[in-house]
T-cell receptor
Framework: EPEVTQTPSHQVTQMGQEVILRCVPISNHLYFYWYRQILGQKVEFLVSFYNNEISEKSEIFDDQFSVERPDGSNFTLKIRSTKLEDSAMYFC????????????FGPGTRLTVL | AQTVTQSQPEMSVQEAETVTLSCTYDTSENNYYLFWYKQPPSRQMILVIRQEAYKQQNATENRFSVNFQKAAKSFSLKISDSQLGDTAMYFCAFMLGETSGSRLTFGEGTQLTVNP
């Protein structure tokens, strides 16, 4: 069964460093999302992406964040200058078209900012 | 803006028994979808069940079923014949229509523990 994959599973970085989180969505899906979950809290929407552009972004998704689909398979989230409060689990999700509304999530990348 | 509320932070149930998790939401829209996601200790988000707002019939997936009360904006999840593997955090989620940017809005979650 096709699934969303994410790398790395765990990333440790120093405050102020740039990180890139990578996702490979399900191959025939065209809608892509990033969510984050701070430990012990609910899952929060960051950004959605369709047709090579951002469809919607939340107030969390400020200028420090960017997304890219560099090729036909990868979907990346970049945090330019990490802060302590960026420590969280980051989930990528993808969705098909044609009235299929389910979003399928990857296993997540746990980001720890020291 | 849409909001989702899960008022039960924790619940427990004995193996083989039935448990119901509550969820309420607030929206002024008419075209939307509701979901339940399961998050086991691995933290993977697993889709359990979905409900279209335009459908009156409650969704069912094996041991999982929902009670969708549109007028009351209520969307509860019933788990029958609970199994130890059902132990997880359960999140209720809301999604507007089918627009390309449709985000999921999640509730705070209910931690369910199934006891042997």
């Amino acid at each position: 069964e096709p699934e969303v994959t994410q790398t790395p599973s765990h990333q440790v970085t120093q405050m102020g460093q740039e990180v890139i989180l990578r996702c490979v969505p399900i191959s025939n899906h065209l809608y892509f999302y990033w969510y984050r979950q701070i430990l012990g809290q609910k899952v929060e929407f960051l950004v959605s992406f369709y047709n090579n552009e951002i469809s919607e972004k939340s107030e969390i998704f400020d200028d420090q964040f960017s997304v890219e689909r560099p090729d036909g398979s990868n979907f990346t989230l970049k945090i330019r200058s990490t802060k302590l409060e960026d420590s969280a689990m980051y989930f990528c999700a993808s969705r098909a078209t044609g009235g299929l509304v389910e979003q399928f999530f990857g296993p997540g990348t746990r980001l720890t900012v020291l | 803006a849409q909001t989702v509320t899960q008022s039960q932070p924790e619940m427990s149930v004995q193996e083989a028994e039935t448990v119901t998790l509550s969820c309420t939401y607030d929206t002024s829209e008419n075209n939307y979808y509701l979901f339940w996601y399961k998050q086991p200790p691995s933290r993977q988000m697993i889709l359990v069940i979905r409900q279209e707002a335009y459908k009156q019939q409650n969704a069912t997936e094996n041991r999982f079923s929902v009670n969708f009360q549109k007028a009351a904006k209520s969307f509860s999840l019933k788990i029958s014949d609970s199994q130890l593997g059902d132990t997880a955090m359960y999140f209720c989620a809301f999604m507007l229509g089918e627009t390309s940017g449709s985000r999921l809005t999640f509730g705070e979650g209910t931690q369910l523990t199934v006891n042997p």
